[in-house]
């Protein structure tokens, strides 16, 4: 059955990086559309990044862009998300999901078949 695993969270103070990684298996990797999305207590679960099949494409929610990067290697059936200047706001659980790479929205979490069991980022002020 399809598995991803996300690992790389942790404690750490405002001003710091992380990076972030989820290993997919049981699907062909590199057809399908990665996602990272958050959550934060009492918050719903938010958009991040997404990139394509191929790598060629990001996406980015506002409020990370420029401080975050996804990248993929299809070669190790691994995403990640590279988290620079992190903030306090940025604190909640990250999940990794996949979807299908077939021209539909990478923003809404509706769209994502798969999910990870998140792995929980604290940034402390």
């Known amino acids: 059955q399809v598995q991803l695993v996300e690992s790389g969270g942790g404690l750490l103070q405002a001003g710091g990086s992380l990076r972030l990684s989820c290993a997919a298996s049981?699907?062909?990797?590199?057809?399908?559309?990665m996602g990272w999305f958050r959550q934060a207590p009492g918050k719903e679960r938010e958009f991040v990044a997404a990139?394509?099949?191929?790598?060629?494409?990001?996406y980015y929610a506002g409020s990370v862009k420029g401080r975050f990067a996804i990248s993929r290697d299809n070669a190790k059936n691994t995403v990640y998300l590279q988290m620079n200047t992190l903030k306090p706001e940025d604190t909640a659980v990250y999940y990794c999901a996949c979807r299908p790479d077939n021209g539909g929205s990478y923003y809404y979490a509706d769209g994502y078949d798969y999910w990870g069991q998140g792995t929980q980022v604290t940034v402390s002020s």
């Open positions: 049981g699907l062909t990797f590199s057809v399908y559309a």
């Open positions: 990139i394509n099949w191929s790598g060629s494409s990001t």
